[in-house]
């Protein structure tokens, strides 16, 4: 099986930067995909970012030119580097892994934006 363990939340004021990681381990394959996901309260979880195995990258519009998702494939690892924070960006933020049909889930870092 697989876990997800997030880490990197907190605190930061609005325009400030974050990093956040997330450590997979279990019975991971070559082949899989690492996403973001955040959910703010009230409203329903939402794609954030992904990375494939292979290298490729996507990020949704609304983050696009402020978020860095990028991957250590020799640690299982993926990073979310976060960047001109917003009150909007408070979040929980989950980490995900795909492979060969079966989603897997972290336990989510909270990660709060205010002055």
């Known amino acids: 099986q697989v876990q997800l363990v997030e880490s990197g939340g907190g605190l930061v004021q609005p325009g400030g930067s974050l990093r956040l990681s997330c450590a997979a381990s279990g019975s991971i394959f070559s082949i899989n995909v690492m996403s973001w996901y955040r959910q703010a309260p009230g409203k329903e979880r939402e794609l954030v970012a992904t990375?494939?195995?292979?290298?490729?990258?996507n990020s949704v519009d609304s983050v696009k030119g402020r978020v860095t998702i990028s991957r250590d494939n020799a640690k299982n690892t993926v990073y979310l580097e976060m960047n001109s924070l917003k009150p909007e960006d408070t979040a929980v933020y989950f980490c995900?892994?795909?492979?060969?049909?079966?989603?897997?889930w972290g336990q989510g870092t909270q990660v709060t934006v205010s002055s």
């Open positions: 995900t892994l795909a492979q060969k049909g079966y989603y897997y």
């Open positions: 990375k494939t195995s292979g290298g490729t990258a």
